[in-house]
């Protein structure tokens, strides 16, 4: 049987029925008094069954329209309104991604969690200095660029600030291999480059102007990633040599390193290419061209090393197992990772670690101010989430 509106309001009787305390949360009282302009101490509970109306003591029911739809929107900004701390809860769901800014870097949410940072001892193509394993906990999420930064994002970065990556870099210089030629820099690192290419032939100082002036215009705590960090990312849960496997035979479709492209331009060097061609030959590709590992990251292996904050020991005795950057009062050189269009696919294992490459540049003391560029030599930035 319908029962109307009407027959399940209040009827008038001798004693005027009211609607018991704690039918419905006060915040509904509040909204009933804002619509109806009364003093809260005259209203009553709102009366969740009769739709759309207030009660109003010696008045009975008062229709307000709509008065549903404005109590949900009230719940809803309730449930959204920013308290302290907010805004983080959701960035720290890993895999979430987010910009800080239209021209900033676009950031994933890593998650927290534990490896085994280096190379077993059997590993093929394993190198002394990525021992001995050890066991490293990242205690909190972090955020981590989805690509390398960008040509395009660094020239964002230089326009604002003026800021001089010099004019001079490490470039290819055929089969004699690379050479420091003049006027050669990031604009122009030798080979054809676009917006959406990794910006190379920055030196770990440009680096580092580049992420402070990034938190400065976001507000936000941009940074290096650690060297544990960045083979932490890299893996992402994976303990063979390549966070797609142990055989180089799938490396074409993750990783910019020299392939059958690279060939012709390389005859009479002692390059080794794997089995597949991709185009690029001796120059970078644009970023996110290959397949992401498991975190949502491209470019973890090949296409430009990647400037960490760490200094250069020659293995990990002593190195913190919580993350944390390895420096020492005398950082000669920084550790670079991930290997690059012209590194050999062993070389782009997530275990390697190398240092810009001082026999370029002997005599230049500018090596040890973190002044080294080179056209196959960029960055991927963090940034805390707390």
């Not at 280096?118 to 660029?145: F, L, N, W």
Request: proline share 7%.
């Amino acid at each position: 049987m319908h029962v109307s509106d009407a027959d399940q309001r209040p009827q008038p009787a001798t004693q005027e029925q009211e609607p018991g305390n704690g039918e419905f949360p006060q915040r509904a009282a509040q909204l009933c008094t804002a619509i109806l302009g009364q003093p809260a101490g005259q209203l009553r509970e709102f009366l969740p069954t009769h739709r759309g109306k207030c009660y109003r003591a010696g008045l009975g029911v008062v229709k307000v329209q709509e008065i549903l739809k404005v109590f949900l929107l009230l719940l809803i900004a309730v449930a959204m309104a920013p308290e302290s701390g907010a805004g983080q809860t959701d960035l720290a769901e890993p895999g979430a991604t987010f910009r800080d800014c239209e021209d900033c870097p676009e950031m994933v949410v890593v998650p927290p969690g534990r490896f085994l940072m280096g190379s077993p001892d059997s590993e093929a193509g394993r190198m002394a200095h990525e021992g001995p394993q050890r066991q490293v906990t990242i205690s909190k999420p972090m955020a981590v660029s989805r690509f390398e930064v960008t040509v395009g994002q660094y020239a964002r970065f230089v326009d604002e600030t003026g800021h001089d990556s010099g004019d001079a870099c490490v470039v290819w210089a055929g089969v004699d291999g690379g050479s420091v030629v003049q006027g050669k820099n990031w604009q122009d690192p030798n080979f054809p480059q676009a917006d959406d290419h990794p910006v190379v032939c920055i030196s770990w100082n440009d680096a580092r102007a580049y992420i402070e002036w990034l938190g400065r215009t976001t507000g936000k705590p941009y940074r290096f990633l650690s060297e544990s960090e960045w083979e932490y990312m890299a893996r992402a849960g994976t303990t063979t040599r390549y966070s797609f496997g142990d055989s180089e035979e799938g490396i074409c479709g993750y990783a910019n390193v020299p392939d059958l492209s690279a060939e012709p331009v390389t005859q009479g060097s002692n390059w080794q290419y794997v089995n597949c061609d991709d185009g690029y030959g001796v120059q970078s590709a644009p970023v996110g061209s290959y397949a992401p590992n498991a975190f949502g990251l491209h470019d973890v292996h090949g296409n430009v090393w990647e400037w960490t904050e760490d200094c250069y020991h020659d293995s990990f005795v002593g190195a913190p197992s919580d993350g944390a950057p390895r420096l020492s009062d005398e950082c000669a050189t920084r550790v670079v990772k991930g290997g690059s269009l012209s590194a050999p696919a062993y070389l782009s294992r997530s275990a390697v670690r190398f240092f810009g490459a001082l026999e370029f540049l002997p005599e230049s003391d500018k090596l040890l101010l973190g002044e080294f560029r080179n056209f196959n030599l960029g960055l991927r930035v963090a940034r805390n989430l707390d």
